[in-house]
């Protein structure tokens, strides 16, 4: 079974990962950069003249003996007559990719920005057409039709990292190469490549922690950088209580719509009320399958929790959760039952894929922080669950941490545009001001009723990109967009 943070973000939020098979090339016709020209497709169908390349780098760098591995980009050319330095997308997860990013709704932003210079949908190691890791199927179940306890479920998932840790080892792997560190360095070779003197960097969530992460080890490489949704050095765990500050401005942002307004009064207060009775008497329902079968399953307190992490992404999924527990609420099935169908994969054991388990493993938690974390989540809505594994396999590889210096903000004076969401779910305003606290030329935008993924909400974030890589002032310090219909169900828009 994957995490239901991997499978619902991947699924409902339109995350996809990119096969290099999905380009469609061209003649093969050799650059000065040594990429190929194709033409690339996104899923709306619109086409694009661009260019395919790799750089090869060291999986690990601290090993002489290292294997070679492939980083894949897209370069997509600029459009301006005096472009800037090449703009490299990072994507979030981790575990996203430049190059499937591009393929989706954000597509024509990509396009948008070569306006300013070669946009370069960069597939971080691991990821996309970069060289390809394994996935690993480990041999621990979850029962699906027993009521398990939170230590017995992070137990297992514990078990299946130290397990999954020996596979990737096994198959030629070093997974200690894969760490935030040595994808800034890759963004170095990856500048170097170029020949650019600096590069500009455009990312979101786990993109914008390695922004960070750049701006701190290779800062004069660095010449400009957006980021959305920013996740700290120091905020790979992020702590329940900022989760239940999160439910309370939803709830603020629901009284302002009248029918939302009376179905959802206290949401906080539904949702304890449902995770109590499911803490007492978790519920079986009956999951049909595609190929006829109908498979048991028993939903816990704990299934509803992961369910929140993945769906308070963003204001028109969490519409979708607060649905979830009024259905619950009344003894009905219905809307749990169809979420397992979409997102879960039924009687597989717990299966991890190498990048994103080992980048969240390396930067990892402190102590203190993670003391209070655990406080926290014995009262929090959500419990421990919002990042989970997370923090609950710290240390499953015996000193594969980043450290405590790591984790500290970065500092200095590059231009950085920060962009926040009022209602994202994932990554908080208050965390996200203390991420670039120690940055002397940020650039803040509210995007007010926005979620996590903000980019598309409305073209005034575009223009508020473009203004900032042309080094105008900010319009304004806050963008507001209308909240979607809280009582509307976004799969039924979906079609």
Not at 101 to 123: K, N, W, Y
Not at 362 to 374: K, T, Y
Not at 449 to 470: C, D, I, Q, S, Y
Not at 479 to 492: S, Y
Request: hydrophobic fraction near 40%; glycine fraction near 8%.
């Amino acid at each position: 079974m994957t995490s239901w943070k991997q499978s619902i973000l991947a699924t409902a939020l339109s995350v996809l990962i990119l096969s290099p098979g999905a380009f469609a090339q061209s003649a093969p016709a050799a650059n000065a950069y040594g990429e190929e020209a194709i033409e690339f497709t996104a899923r709306s169908g619109d086409s694009v003249a661009a260019f395919h390349g790799t750089v090869t780098v060291p999986e690990n760098r601290a090993d002489p003996a290292s294997r070679m591995i492939e980083v894949s980009y897209i370069r997509f050319p600029a459009t301006g007559e005096n472009p800037g330095s090449p703009i490299v997308y990072l994507s979030g997860g981790p575990g996203g990719s430049g190059s499937g990013t591009a393929r989706g709704p954000r597509f024509s932003l990509f396009q948008e920005m070569r306006q300013h210079g070669d946009v370069i949908a960069f597939d971080q190691r691991g990821t996309g057409g970069s060289t390809e890791l394994p996935r690993c199927v480990s041999s621990q179940p979850i029962s699906e039709t027993q009521a398990i306890s939170d230590a017995e479920y992070a137990a297992a998932y514990r078990r299946a990292v130290e397990e999954c840790g020996v596979f990737w080892r096994e198959q030629g792997v070093d997974v200690t190469g894969y760490t935030t560190r040595e994808s800034v360095q890759d963004l170095a070779a990856l500048r170097a490549h170029f020949g650019a003197e600096q590069i500009s960097l455009w990312g979101i969530s786990y993109g914008s922690h390695l922004a960070l992460a750049a701006l701190k080890d290779i800062p004069g490489q660095i010449d400009r950088v957006i980021i959305a949704s920013a996740e700290g050095l120091d905020q790979t765990v992020k702590m329940p209580a900022e989760t239940d500050r999160y439910f309370a401005r939803l709830q603020a942002a629901i009284d302002t719509q009248p029918a939302a307004r009376a179905l959802y009064p206290d949401i906080a207060g539904l949702m304890r009320r449902v995770h109590a009775r499911f803490e007492a008497e978790p519920m079986l329902v009956q999951v049909p399958q595609e190929n006829g079968e109908t498979l048991p399953f028993l939903l816990q307190r704990r299934n509803l929790q992961e369910f929140s992490s993945g769906l308070i992404a963003d204001p028109q999924y969490a519409a979708l959760l607060l649905m979830l527990y009024t259905q619950l609420d009344a003894g009905q099935s219905d809307l749990a039952v169809m979420l397992l169908q979409r997102f879960w994969s039924m009687g597989e054991p717990i299966t991890l894929s190498a990048m994103p388990t080992a980048m969240d493993l390396a930067s990892g938690i402190d102590d203190e922080r993670l003391a209070e974390f655990e406080r926290q989540a014995e009262t929090g809505l959500i419990g421990g669950y919002l990042n989970f594994p997370m923090p609950q396999i710290r240390g499953a590889w015996d000193g594969f941490d980043l450290g405590a210096e790591f984790r500290e903000p970065p500092r200095g004076d590059t231009p950085v545009l920060l962009l926040t969401g009022t209602l994202d779910g994932r990554t908080y305003p208050d965390a996200q001001a203390a991420a670039v606290s120690g940055l002397s030329h940020v650039e803040r935008i509210i995007v007010r009723n926005a979620g996590h993924n903000l980019f598309m909400t409305t073209p005034e974030v575009a223009e508020a990109m473009h203004r900032f890589m042309r080094g105008e002032a900010a319009a304004s310090s806050e963008i507001i967009i209308d909240l979607p219909d809280m009582t509307a169900n976004p799969l039924d828009q979906q079609g």
